[in-house]
């Protein structure tokens, strides 16, 4: 009796269960759903979660990757190239007896040149872990690339980090070297005012087994080029081979594969991307000046929330970061200006989307500026002509006054669909952020 009481009991659970999920489901459908369209529902939702798990999967395999660092995504052996580690062969020579020792007594050289040799002992162990050297004939290559992660505009420290970011030290001059893999490369300019440093020289000097002559040229160029923002994956060249093999060389690193390490991948992005010779270098300036300007925005935006810290929810931060939590728990304004993260990841990307289409031309024609064109799409509104982050003032009739009020509305928006290879995994996807969310939907290669 007790037996048949409980099936009936859970019987009418199931039902009462099943009735609910139905009224719920009618009324997504606006009262049109019938019992066959319901028993389909099933379906859809059971496609949906497994969906949801693979997006997760994805996400793990894409972290671990990242903690593997970009060594795997660096050129193999061939075409003439011989590659090694710094460590193989002999890297101390300008340790032991390069120009830091001539202002150096005879009593303390002995002692100085040990504590160099050991400096640059931990160096070449620490750089071997994201760099690879490459040499064919005469020819040297060391090549880099270096993983860093975003500043989280929820502490204190990651947004003094993005206000800093923008500041202007006086730093060195690079002209356009050329777009590669869909990311724009730059190579080391030396002028009157901009000089290849001695720290540069002794890092060839240990590349080659050379002593560095400060008096004479330099005899190598630098190459740098830089991918996403915020979260980035930056890529830097030491040479002394023509610029033709340079660039030949860059065109062997597999960026479509470090794209996939980004939390947000960046559009235009593929092995097989090919630019105009005749425009490329122009390209390169535009993919530049568009990231600096967003550079700015962050740093902008990031003051702005330094100048609206609530007292308690940075007190409350550092409490949570001592028992474990995570030192963003609360947002240090107290809610009265969100995190405008994702509102410039995705200005950013659409902007690159532009450039890459050449619809910049017609951003020209209506007298708008990418960023102008941001806050049209986004807000609704029109642009002033010749609106610049960089000049931007919180609280002005401007750009940023304008976001101001959208970050404390909390508007979201939707990302432009980005077609990722997610290090030759054979998926695709197609991804669009919503307020702190990011939702993808996976689709065969």
């Not at 993005?162 to 300019?189: E, K, L, T």
């Not at 002394?240 to 991948?265: C, R, T, W």
């Not at 919180?394 to 959208?406: E, T, V």
Request: charged share 20%; with cysteine.
């Amino acid at each position: 009796m007790n037996a048949l009481r409980f099936i009936g009991f859970a019987v009418v659970i199931v039902l009462v269960i099943a009735g609910l999920d139905y009224y719920q489901q009618d009324k997504r459908h606006e009262g049109t759903l019938s019992v066959s369209a319901y028993i389909g529902t099933f379906k859809a939702r059971f496609a949906a979660y497994n969906e949801e798990l693979d997006a997760e999967q994805l996400e793990r395999e894409r972290k671990k990757r990242w903690h593997a660092g970009g060594k795997p995504y660096m050129p193999e052996t061939g075409g003439g190239w011989v590659r090694r580690a710094i460590v193989d062969r002999e890297f101390t020579l300008n340790a032991r007896e390069g120009p830091h020792l001539a202002t150096v007594s005879a009593a303390a050289r002995p002692l100085a040149s040990n504590v160099a040799v050991q400096k640059v002992e931990t160096l070449a162990k620490k750089m071997d872990q994201i760099s690879w050297v490459y040499e064919k004939g005469e020819y040297t290559l060391w090549l880099q690339v270096q993983l860093k992660k975003d500043a989280r505009s929820n502490s204190l420290v990651g947004s003094i980090a993005q206000s800093v970011a923008a500041m202007d030290f006086g730093g060195r001059d690079y002209a356009p070297f050329g777009v590669i893999g869909g990311v724009a490369y730059f190579q080391f300019a030396q002028n009157e005012y901009s000089v290849i440093t001695v720290d540069d020289r002794a890092f060839w000097a240990m590349i080659t087994a050379t002593v560095s002559n400060l008096d004479a040229p330099a005899g190598f160029s630098i190459y740098k080029g830089t991918l996403g923002l915020g979260q980035e994956i930056r890529v830097q060249l030491y040479s002394d081979a023509p610029a033709p093999d340079v660039y030949a060389f860059l065109s062997q690193i597999d960026h479509e594969a470090m794209n996939g390490l980004l939390d947000k991948p960046v559009p235009g992005v593929a092995n097989d991307a090919a630019s105009d010779p005749e425009s490329e270098a122009e390209l390169a300036i535009n993919m530049a000046a568009l990231r600096g300007e967003f550079v700015k925005l962050r740093a902008e935006l990031a003051r702005m929330r330094l100048d609206n810290i609530d007292g308690l929810a940075l007190v409350a931060n550092s409490l949570a970061a001592q028992y474990g939590l995570p030192g963003d728990t609360f947002d240090l304004t107290a809610n009265n200006i969100q995190s405008a993260d994702d509102l410039v990841q995705v200005g950013y990307r659409k902007g690159l989307s532009d450039l890459l289409l050449e619809e910049t031309q017609k951003a020209d024609a209506d007298g708008k500026n990418v960023l102008g064109r941001l806050v049209a799409s986004f807000s609704g509104e029109q642009a002033e002509d010749g609106t610049q982050a960089g000049g931007a003032q919180a609280g002005s009739g401007s750009f940023l006054g304008g976001l101001k009020s959208m970050f404390q509305k909390g508007d979201s928006a939707e990302a432009t669909p980005v077609r990722v290879n997610k290090g030759g995994s054979g998926l695709s996807s197609k991804c669009s952020t919503k307020a702190a969310f990011k939702k993808c939907t996976l689709t065969g290669g």
